[in-house]
Nanobody, 122 residues
Protein backbone atom coordinates (compact mmCIF):
# COMPACT_ATOMS: atom_id res chain seq x y z
CA UNK A 1 0.00 0.00 0.00
CA UNK A 2 3.07 2.25 0.09
CA UNK A 3 5.41 2.89 -2.80
CA UNK A 4 8.60 4.93 -3.03
CA UNK A 5 9.42 6.06 -6.55
CA UNK A 6 12.87 7.44 -7.34
CA UNK A 7 14.06 9.55 -10.22
CA UNK A 8 17.04 11.64 -11.28
CA UNK A 9 19.80 9.10 -11.71
CA UNK A 10 22.00 8.94 -14.75
CA UNK A 11 25.47 9.31 -16.20
CA UNK A 12 27.54 12.35 -15.29
CA UNK A 13 31.17 13.38 -15.62
CA UNK A 14 33.41 13.89 -12.59
CA UNK A 15 32.76 17.29 -11.09
CA UNK A 16 29.19 17.31 -12.30
CA UNK A 17 25.92 17.36 -10.41
CA UNK A 18 22.75 15.32 -10.13
CA UNK A 19 19.59 15.71 -8.12
CA UNK A 20 17.72 12.63 -6.96
CA UNK A 21 14.07 12.68 -5.94
CA UNK A 22 11.97 10.11 -4.12
CA UNK A 23 8.24 10.42 -3.55
CA UNK A 24 6.04 8.28 -1.32
CA UNK A 25 2.54 7.40 -2.42
CA UNK A 26 -0.26 5.19 -1.18
CA UNK A 27 -2.23 5.10 2.02
CA UNK A 28 -0.37 5.83 5.23
CA UNK A 29 -0.70 7.96 8.30
CA UNK A 30 2.63 9.76 8.38
CA UNK A 31 6.26 9.65 7.34
CA UNK A 32 9.09 9.88 9.81
CA UNK A 33 12.77 10.00 8.97
CA UNK A 34 13.82 9.65 5.34
CA UNK A 35 17.18 8.93 3.84
CA UNK A 36 19.39 7.85 1.00
CA UNK A 37 21.61 4.79 0.85
CA UNK A 38 23.85 3.47 -1.90
CA UNK A 39 25.40 0.21 -2.95
CA UNK A 40 28.33 -0.18 -5.31
CA UNK A 41 29.22 -3.50 -6.97
CA UNK A 42 30.93 -5.81 -4.51
CA UNK A 43 30.26 -3.54 -1.55
CA UNK A 44 27.69 -3.40 1.21
CA UNK A 45 24.87 -0.91 1.20
CA UNK A 46 25.92 2.20 3.07
CA UNK A 47 24.22 5.23 4.48
CA UNK A 48 24.59 8.42 2.47
CA UNK A 49 22.36 10.88 4.29
CA UNK A 50 19.29 11.01 6.49
CA UNK A 51 16.87 13.72 7.49
CA UNK A 52 14.34 13.74 10.31
CA UNK A 53 10.88 15.24 10.29
CA UNK A 54 12.17 18.45 11.85
CA UNK A 55 15.05 18.79 9.40
CA UNK A 56 17.98 17.35 11.34
CA UNK A 57 20.47 15.89 8.87
CA UNK A 58 23.22 13.32 9.02
CA UNK A 59 25.81 12.60 6.32
CA UNK A 60 28.43 10.03 5.62
CA UNK A 61 31.89 11.55 5.91
CA UNK A 62 32.59 10.68 2.29
CA UNK A 63 29.83 12.98 1.00
CA UNK A 64 29.84 15.73 3.60
CA UNK A 65 30.15 19.14 2.00
CA UNK A 66 29.22 17.82 -1.44
CA UNK A 67 25.74 16.34 -0.96
CA UNK A 68 22.66 17.98 0.52
CA UNK A 69 19.55 16.13 1.65
CA UNK A 70 16.23 17.93 1.93
CA UNK A 71 12.56 17.10 2.11
CA UNK A 72 9.18 18.54 1.23
CA UNK A 73 6.66 17.19 3.69
CA UNK A 74 3.74 18.54 1.69
CA UNK A 75 4.85 16.44 -1.29
CA UNK A 76 6.04 13.43 0.73
CA UNK A 77 9.32 13.77 -1.12
CA UNK A 78 12.98 13.58 -0.20
CA UNK A 79 15.77 14.97 -2.37
CA UNK A 80 19.49 14.45 -2.65
CA UNK A 81 21.48 17.19 -4.34
CA UNK A 82 24.84 15.77 -5.38
CA UNK A 83 27.60 18.17 -6.38
CA UNK A 84 31.28 17.73 -7.18
CA UNK A 85 30.67 14.11 -8.05
CA UNK A 86 33.60 11.71 -8.12
CA UNK A 87 33.92 8.24 -9.59
CA UNK A 88 33.64 6.71 -6.12
CA UNK A 89 30.06 7.97 -5.98
CA UNK A 90 29.06 5.46 -8.65
CA UNK A 91 26.41 3.18 -7.16
CA UNK A 92 22.75 2.31 -7.08
CA UNK A 93 21.05 4.81 -4.82
CA UNK A 94 18.06 3.79 -2.73
CA UNK A 95 15.69 6.03 -0.85
CA UNK A 96 14.27 5.00 2.48
CA UNK A 97 11.31 6.19 4.50
CA UNK A 98 10.07 5.25 7.93
CA UNK A 99 6.30 5.16 7.61
CA UNK A 100 3.49 4.86 10.10
CA UNK A 101 0.63 3.13 8.33
CA UNK A 102 -2.28 3.42 10.75
CA UNK A 103 -3.41 6.20 13.05
CA UNK A 104 -4.50 3.64 15.65
CA UNK A 105 -1.02 2.18 16.19
CA UNK A 106 2.40 3.75 16.56
CA UNK A 107 4.20 0.96 14.69
CA UNK A 108 6.42 2.13 11.83
CA UNK A 109 7.97 0.27 8.93
CA UNK A 110 10.93 1.01 6.69
CA UNK A 111 10.13 1.19 2.99
CA UNK A 112 12.64 1.25 0.16
CA UNK A 113 12.63 2.61 -3.35
CA UNK A 114 13.52 0.51 -6.36
CA UNK A 115 16.96 2.08 -6.72
CA UNK A 116 18.33 4.45 -9.31
CA UNK A 117 21.72 4.11 -10.99
CA UNK A 118 24.24 6.92 -10.65
CA UNK A 119 27.33 6.56 -12.79
CA UNK A 120 30.19 9.05 -12.60
CA UNK A 121 32.61 8.53 -15.44
CA UNK A 122 34.69 10.48 -17.92
Amino acid sequence: QVQLVESGGGLVQPGGSLRLSCSASGRFFSIGAMGWYRQAPGKQRELVATITTDGTTNYADSVKGRFTISRDNGKNTVYLQMNSLITEDTAVYYCNARIRIRPTTTTTYDYWGQGTQVTVSS
